[in-house]
């Protein structure tokens, strides 16, 4: 008999995901679904390569957008304004530090940039000690988006909540 492992949703195991400028609606609508499945929040940081009514992106979250802990920032600098005093993981191809050599906490914010610029190289450099890489080899530039979300998360949540 298997056993199967639920995140119930009164434990404490609250992260969040953090999209800058995300370009593709079915990414994005992958990482909502995934969010809802964790208990996670999602932020979005304008500007979007699409509109919140996309039909890809509504139908890549399937039917669990009313279940979405969402919050929306018209930019970087108003996002920073709110949560900037928290724990940020940046995650980056610029950066040297494997994700699983971070020790993740409850709450922690795992931010990752858009699928064809990724983050802003500033941005990068002033937090650069909390700058996470996923190790690929030299035969790709990088992963998925909505893949790169789920690793990192995934390992924060097994850190933190089993």
């Known amino acids: 008999m298997q056993r199967k492992f ?12 953090v999209l800058f400028q995300p370009d593709i609606p079915p990414n ?9 499945a964790t208990n996670s929040t999602l932020h979005l940081i304008k500007p979007l390569g699409f509109s919140l009514n996309n039909k890809r992106l509504k139908r890549a979250g399937l039917d669990y957008w009313d279940s979405l802990k969402l919050e929306i920032h018209n ?3 108003d996002f920073l304004k709110k949560y900037g005093d928290r724990r940020l993981f940046l ?3 610029k ?3 494997p994700y699983f050599d971070v020790s993740f906490k409850e709450g922690d914010f795992l931010v990752f940039g858009s699928e064809t ?7 990068i450099e002033d937090n ?3 700058a996470i890489n996923i190790p690929i080899s030299n035969a790709v530039r990088s992963l ?7 690793i990192v998360l995934y390992e924060a949540i097994r850190q933190v909540c089993f």
């Open 28 to 36: 994005t609508g992958n990482i909502a679904r995934l969010c809802v």
């Open 91 to 93: 995650a980056s191809t």
């Open 6 to 17: 639920l995140l119930n949703n009164s434990e404490q195991c609250n992260f969040h995901v």
């Open 117 to 123: 610029k990724g983050l802003p190289e500033e941005f």
């Open 75 to 77: 930019s970087l600098d």
């Open 128 to 130: 650069y000690e909390n």
């Open 95 to 97: 950066a040297k530090k």
């Open 144 to 150: 998925n988006l909505a893949d790169s979300v789920a």
